[in-house]
């Protein structure tokens, strides 16, 4: 079992910054391949970022490359999501997800149906 908590999530202006942070339990975190979703109100949950269990693999939506940059570390339990230059459409619900993968495969996930263990978000509100 994995539990997930979010925490960083705020009011910012457009064109200002925030950091999330997930903190996971259990020991083996670079294990688990992690995400990022976010669900704003009256839209289905999407796919924001995901890094491989060790960190070296990567992949964004193309509506927050060059914006966002999602990042781990294991030592700590923690994957971020830093987020830059902050747009009104990026106001939602923010979501970390957790799935086991082969501890070195690098693989990164991209589906909200791939992974097993999700946070309980925290809301991100952008202002204009």
């Known amino acids: 079992q994995v539990q997930l908590v979010e925490s960083g999530g705020g009011l910012v202006q457009a064109g200002g910054s925030l950091t999330l942070s997930c903190a996971a339990s259990?020991?083996?975190?670079?294990?688990?391949?992690m995400g990022w979703f976010r669900q704003a109100p009256g839209k289905e949950r999407e796919f924001v970022a995901t890094?491989?269990?060790?960190?070296?693999?990567?992949n964004y939506a193309d509506s927050v490359k060059g914006r966002f940059t999602i990042s781990r570390d294991n030592a700590k339990n923690t994957v971020y999501l830093q987020m830059n230059n902050l747009k009104p459409e990026d106001t939602a619900v923010y979501y970390c997800?957790?799935?086991?993968?082969?501890?070195?495969?690098?693989?990164?996930?991209?589906?909200?149906?791939?992974?097993?263990?999700w946070g309980q978000g925290t809301q991100v509100t952008v202002s204009s």
């Open positions: 890094i491989s269990g060790g960190g070296g693999r990567t």
């Open positions: 259990g020991r083996t975190f670079s294990n688990y391949a």
């Open positions: 997800a957790a799935t086991w993968t082969q501890r070195g495969s690098g693989t990164v996930y991209t589906q909200g149906r791939e992974y097993n263990y």
